[in-house]
């Protein structure tokens, strides 16, 4: 997995992701930068509440994508992801 250290892509995403953190952790979820890949796809980790919820889904389309997509249109594509531990 490849996470940009610093770079202005990066901090686009934490900021868009930093707007919507709010509305997650007032349900107990949260949402995590996982990876940026080289070819521009970022992928995400629900955490909290939001792993099990039923409307993870439309919160990912409606919000977190969205959010990204808007701070950073340079973003090919996000994809939430599972990292096993």
């Not at 889904?57 to 950073?72: C, H, P, R, V």
């Amino acid at each position: 997995m490849l996470v940009v250290s610093d770079s202005p892509l990066k901090n686009k995403i934490l900021k868009a992701l930093e707007q919507i953190r709010p509305f997650l952790l007032e349900d107990g979820g949260d949402v995590q930068l996982v990876e940026i890949t080289s070819d521009s796809i970022v992928r995400v980790e629900f955490k909290g509440a939001c792993r099990t919820c039923t409307m993870s889904s439309m919160t990912f389309n409606a919000g977190i994508e969205d959010a990204i997509l808007k701070a950073a249109p340079e973003v090919k594509r996000v994809e939430v992801v599972i990292v096993k531990k």
